[in-house]
């Protein structure tokens, strides 16, 4: 069943500007992980968050998690045309099945 | 090869056909999953084994059979899919267990359409 719900479900943006993404979950979890998947592609993953941790970063991504309002934001910094894709949030219950949104597609325009 | 590999990267097959899609790990995991995307929906897990259990979603359709031969090699068997089967299908494997955090990798998928 769908756990995690990304938020805006599109985003367009000028090369170097930052672009923000939100996820939002109804369980518990163990972690919360971010995934970049180009048109068509496999998935990548970006950056993982432990639910006893509230902020992380990883290059240009910066991830945040609270867990009180059950939600995490990925922030990408200084965005390339190559950062294009769409991006998933996943949860781990700590079943080991991971529970995917249905990502945010981002287009970066030069 | 390192990482994910997936085969074959397109398939068109009519619907009486069989087909099978493969999946090998090159990364020591001792799990391994089948994903199904479809446009616009979010990442259905289709089926899992991890060490040695197979876990399977209840809602899968009897026309999928996954089978696991060992921790390397993960095949999802096709026949007489429908139309709405088209999608692209995608393994993926991590490390499960007390010191690991599911971290996926995941293969470059099959695009699958059925005529």
């Known amino acids: 069943s769908q756990q995690g719900e990304e938020d805006p479900q599109a985003l367009s943006i000028q090369e170097g500007e930052n672009a923000t993404m939100n996820c939002s979950y109804k369980?518990?979890?163990?972690?919360l992980q971010w995934y970049r998947q180009n048109s068509g592609r496999g998935l990548v993953h970006l950056i993982l968050?432990?639910?006893?941790?509230r902020e992380k970063h990883s290059g240009r991504l910066r991830v945040t998690l609270d867990t009180s309002k059950k939600s995490s934001s990925l922030l990408i910094t200084a965005s390339r045309a190559a950062d294009t894709a769409s991006y998933f949030c996943?949860?781990?219950?700590?079943?080991?099945?991971?529970?995917f949104g249905a990502g945010t597609t981002v287009t970066v325009r030069a | 090869e390192t990482g994910v590999t997936q085969t074959p990267r397109h398939l068109v097959m009519g619907m009486t056909n069989k087909k099978s899609l493969k999946c090998e790990q090159h990364?020591?995991?001792?799990?391994m999953y089948w994903y199904k995307q479809s446009a616009k929906k979010p990442l259905e897990l289709m089926f899992v084994?991890?060490?040695?259990?197979?876990?399977e979603n209840n809602s899968v359709p009897s026309r999928f059979s996954p089978e696991c031969p060992n921790s390397s090699h993960l095949f999802l068997h096709l026949h007489t899919l429908q139309p709405e089967d088209s999608a692209l299908y995608l393994c993926?494997?991590?490390?499960?267990?007390?010191?690991?955090?599911?971290?996926?990798?995941f293969g470059p998928g099959t695009r699958l359409t059925v005529l």
């Open positions: 084994y991890s060490l040695e259990e197979r876990v």
């Open positions: 993926a494997s991590s490390q499960v267990g007390q010191s690991s955090y599911n971290e996926q990798f």
């Open positions: 369980t518990s979890i163990n972690n």
């Open positions: 968050i432990r639910s006893n941790e």
């Open positions: 990364l020591g995991h001792n799990a």
């Open positions: 996943a949860t781990d219950r700590g079943d080991y099945k991971l529970s």
